[in-house]
């Protein structure tokens, strides 16, 4: 049987995790794409980076989006969070602080969850093209709910 997760739970799935798929509109359609995220619990926020394109693009125009994250056992033994809220790009000394923070959390989490120490970005994300300055973005969350079946 299928239940809800408590919102303490929920947040536990965020912070155990960096990988999850961002939904967005682009133009009349809905996209969905992997991204390397960091669950900032102390912001109530997500944080994450992109190269420039389409999905920075349609977040600009229309900043309403989805974060899902999941931890899938099997067909009968998962937990999946989805997180609602609006994209807020970064500039300047903010968007360098919260790329820091990114940065920081992505690498305490996988050594807390995994055991891995790892000392760059470029170790855990997809690597930036190097002409293109990386675009630092928040997700204020607005609403969370999570599932589990076990």
């Known amino acids: 049987m299928v239940k809800d997760l408590e919102i303490s739970e929920c947040m536990s799935l965020l912070s ?28 109530k926020s997500i944080i994450s980076y992109s190269a420039p394109g389409h999905k920075i693009v349609s977040m600009r125009t229309y900043g309403h989006v989805s974060l899902q994250v999941e931890d899938v056992a099997s067909m009968f ?34 050594f807390r969850t995994k055991g891995e120490k790892l000392e760059f970005i470029r170790d855990f994300s997809s690597k930036m093209e190097k002409e293109a300055s990386p675009i630092v973005y928040r997700i204020h969350i607005s609403d969370i709910v999570g599932k589990y079946r076990e």
């Open 77 to 110: 033994t998962w937990r999946s969070v989805l997180v609602n809220g609006t994209f807020e790009e970064l500039k300047g000394s903010t968007a360098k602080k919260c790329l820091r923070t990114f940065t920081e959390g992505v690498k305490e989490t996988i």
């Open 16 to 43: 155990d995790n960096y990988v999850g798929h961002l939904a967005y509109i682009g133009g009349r359609s809905p996209f969905i794409v992997p991204v390397t995220y960091f669950f900032d619990e102390e912001n």
